[in-house]
């Protein structure tokens, strides 16, 4: 069992950054995927980056560049810093814990079976 809950959300100014922390309870977390996901009002929820148990990164080609994920298995945390957001960023934002089998999977929201509670990200323009 694993229990997630992510900090660091805000408002920011377009052009800004901000860094999300996800932290994990439970003694699973090292060999589970990791991954932070966002939905907008009115739209699904979208993948955003991920890191597989042997740290292998992932990410959105709408973030690719600009949004980096790490994880720290020492303290059972994984991070998502944010540089140059764009008010289109503006999202809940999720963090998820589960096991993929692909890289096409890891992409999934039906691959995590651990989710937080979101933490709101606001990009003023």
């Known amino acids: 069992q694993v229990q997630l809950v992510e900090s660091g959300g805000g408002l920011v100014q377009a052009g800004g950054s901000l860094r999300l922390s996800c932290a994990a309870s439970?003694?699973?977390?090292?060999?589970?995927?990791m991954a932070w996901f966002r939905q907008a009002p009115g739209k699904e929820r979208e993948f955003l980056a991920a890191?597989?148990?042997?740290?292998?990164?992932y990410y959105a080609d709408s973030v690719k560049g600009r949004f980096t994920i790490s994880r720290d298995n020492a303290k059972n945390t994984v991070s998502l810093q944010m540089n140059s957001l764009k008010p289109e960023d503006t999202a809940v934002y999720y963090c998820?814990?589960?096991?993929?089998?692909?890289?096409?999977?890891?992409?999934?929201?039906?691959?995590?079976?651990?989710w937080g509670q979101g933490t709101q990200v606001t990009v003023s323009s």
């Open positions: 998820a814990a589960g096991s993929s089998s692909s890289d096409q999977s890891i992409r999934r929201t039906n691959v995590y079976d651990h």
């Open positions: 439970g003694r699973t977390f090292s060999t589970r995927d």
């Open positions: 890191i597989t148990w042997t740290g292998r990164t």
